[in-house]
């Protein structure tokens, strides 16, 4: 199983910073999303601001979220535990 989400910080390049359970960090791009069905509504800035931890993984208020083992693969670590 893969490590679960500790925090997000948003970016205005419409990144995600994140710290792993196992105190790993890593940027998740979510550029390629934008145009995807649920999450078109990221593409405005102060809506993707308000990403925040739930469950060990990020969401956003209308219910949007991204699988934790999705950004735990997919994001550039930036350092190891």
């Known amino acids: 199983m893969n490590p679960r989400i500790k925090s997000v910080t948003p970016t205005d390049q419409y990144t995600l910073e994140l710290v ?3 105190g790993e960090e890593g940027v998740y ?3 390629p999303l934008l145009d ?3 999450f078109i509504e990221l593409q405005d800035k102060g809506y993707f601001k308000q ?3 739930q469950y060990g993984t990020v969401v956003w208020p209308h219910e949007q979220d991204i699988c934790p083992d999705t950004l735990y693969e997919d994001s550039k670590k930036t350092t190891c535990a």
Request: hydrophobic letters at 40%; proline letters at 0%; charged letters at 10%.
């Open 29 to 31: 791009d979510c550029s």
């Open 51 to 53: 990403a925040s931890v």
């Open 20 to 22: 792993f359970t196992n």
């Open 36 to 38: 995807f069905g649920v």
